[in-house]
């Protein structure tokens, strides 16, 4: 790659993560953040255990099916082995966001609270995307660090090999739709606005943070990636309860994932 693209992308990625670091400051770690006292306007999810059962059953149900009828379907077509793991990587997330959608179309049918304002999501979501920044970075580093120190492979991620290797325009379009689009939506509606939600009225705090946060790490079965995912799990539980809109954790991992993207776009090295 040529060295003044390198340069810029570089330059890039540090002033995003310099505007991080300057908003954890200001807004979280200042004296004056930390005087001030809020109140969470995010309700509690005051539902009994059963209801909570049948939501993660028909989450978990929906991303078994849902890869199942891809895999079927992808033998009716003449399809490249990268295009076959995108089509049932999608049939995975539409699966579990079909269960999502039954559960509030089924089972709890009372009006469901919007997403967010439409402006404050952005605002606050890509705050949040900024702040987790400089966070990935260093429990990255440290995460890595110690995997190496362990003797563990550290290796990228499948949909980030198959995404370098991608030459097809359709295939990179629906691989940015599922990264950026469907899965930011269905993780945050499964793992904040329906796990954390239940739990942090329920649990000690440091778990109601650290469970949801372990399960969507664990989601993305990749080792090397596990520490950080679990970093920006609890940041995008926290924005979530600070904000009370799902809609600013769904904008802010939708800017990370679009992130990663034109990264990998600009520096094909990256990881």
């Not at 089972?107 to 952005?122: G, H, I």
């Not at 920044?133 to 110690?146: D, E």
Request: glycine share 8%; proline share 8%; aromatic share 10%.
């Amino acid at each position: 790659m040529p060295v003044p693209t390198n340069a810029f992308a570089t330059a890039i990625e540090l002033t995003l993560v310099l505007a991080g670091v300057l908003l954890l400051w200001r807004l979280v770690l200042s004296p004056e953040a930390r005087a001030t006292v809020r109140v969470s306007p995010l309700p509690p999810w005051e539902a009994p255990l059963s209801d909570f059962f049948i939501f993660l059953w028909l989450a978990i149900s929906g991303g078994l099916i849902g890869p199942t009828v891809a895999q079927l379907s992808v033998r009716l077509l003449s399809l490249s082995d990268e295009t076959k793991v995108i089509f049932v990587n999608s049939g995975f997330q539409g699966g579990m966001l079909a269960g999502v959608a039954v559960y509030y179309g089924l089972v709890n049918r009372r009006a469901p609270r919007p997403l967010c304002r439409f402006a404050s999501a952005f605002l606050s979501g890509g705050a949040t995307f900024l702040i987790s920044l400089p966070l990935i970075v260093v429990v990255g580093l440290a995460w890595v660090g110690l995997l190496k120190l362990c003797g563990l492979p550290v290796e990228p991620q499948d949909a980030v090999s198959i995404f370098k290797k991608a030459k097809s325009p359709g295939l990179i379009g629906a691989m940015v739709v599922l990264a950026a689009l469907l899965a930011p939506l269905t993780e945050e509606l499964i793992f904040r606005a329906g796990i954390f939600r239940y739990v942090r009225t329920r649990l000690p705090r440091w778990a109601a943070l650290l469970a949801p946060a372990c399960c969507f790490a664990a989601l993305h079965n990749h080792l090397p990636s596990f520490g950080p995912l679990v970093a920006l799990g609890i940041v995008f539980s926290l924005a979530y309860e600070r904000t009370g809109w799902i809609g600013t954790p769904i904008i802010a991992h939708a800017l990370f994932n679009s992130y990663s993207i034109v990264r990998i776009l600009i520096d094909p090295h990256a990881t």
